[in-house]
T-cell receptor
Framework: AQSVTQLGSHVSVSEGALVLLRCNYS??????LFWYVQYPNQGLQLLLK??????LVKGINGFEAEFKKSETSFHLTKPSAHMSDAAEYFC???????????FGAGTRLAVHP | DVKVTQSSRYLVKRTGEKVFLECVQD?????MFWYRQDPGLGLRLIYF???????EKGDIPEGYSVSREKKERFSLILESASTNQTSMYLC?????????????FGQGTRLTVV
């Protein structure tokens, strides 16, 4: 069965520190993977996506993610956290059929001064 | 810019009421989706539609129905609202997602059933 697991429902970092949000997936076919961000009281916005063109994917706002097939992972990183990065982050996996997305439970990122 | 617009940001309804949540997209997308978002559970798919008048159940369709009479509009209907349907509802739309085309989301409707 296809699934997405995000390790850590809450992550807290200092401003300027490395951000690492973890995502593992399970898929019987080559996956398409996405990271979305949700700021308070808003909808979801695409950060980046993996579509098999390159294993290191760069997104908006300085985020990037590396696809590792051997580890079935797609972790999201940012070298230096900013206060404006405080939000909830969702990892998602594209399933077959009519193109449905399966989402992880989300990780809430807090950034403190 | 792609826009997915949900008709209400906040709604308060009474138990037993029939509730309509409306979603409109302006990008001629074939696919439209309704998700429910609850803390610790992420987003769960309620229903989706891949064409006008076509619909498919998602993972949690019980207590909900949908309507898609026009390509740009997708409505979620709570036939008889219950308190356990208090949640954030998110609408999304996309072209067919093969190849990783992204889904675009509306701002969400926070529904409270009292």
């Amino acid at each position: 069965a296809q699934s997405v697991t995000q390790l850590g429902s809450h992550v807290s970092v200092s401003e300027g520190a490395l951000v690492l949000l973890r995502c593992n997936y399970s898929s019987s076919v080559p996956p398409y993977l996405f990271w979305y961000v949700q700021y308070p009281n808003q909808g979801l916005q695409l950060l980046l996506k993996y579509t098999s063109a390159a294993t290191l994917v760069k997104g908006i706002n300085g985020f990037e993610a590396e696809f590792k097939k051997s580890e079935t992972s797609f972790h999201l990183t940012k070298p230096s956290a900013h206060m404006s990065d405080a939000a909830e982050y969702f990892c998602a996996l594209l399933t077959g059929g009519y193109n449905k997305l399966i989402f992880g439970a989300g990780t809430r990122l807090a950034v403190h001064p | 810019d792609v826009k997915v617009t949900q008709s209400s940001r906040y709604l308060v309804k009474r138990t037993g009421e029939k509730v309509f949540l409306e979603c409109v997209q302006d990008m001629d997308h074939e696919n439209m989706f309704w998700y429910r978002q609850d803390p610790g559970l992420g987003l769960r798919l309620i229903y989706f539609s891949y064409d006008v008048k076509m619909k498919e159940k998602g993972d949690i369709p019980e207590g909900y129905s949908v309507s898609r009479e026009k390509k740009e509009r997708f409505s979620l209907i709570l036939e008889s609202a219950s308190t356990n349907q208090t949640s954030m509802y998110l609408c999304a739309s996309s072209f067919p997602l093969q190849g990783g085309t992204e889904a675009f989301f509306g701002q969400g409707t926070r529904l409270t059933v009292v």
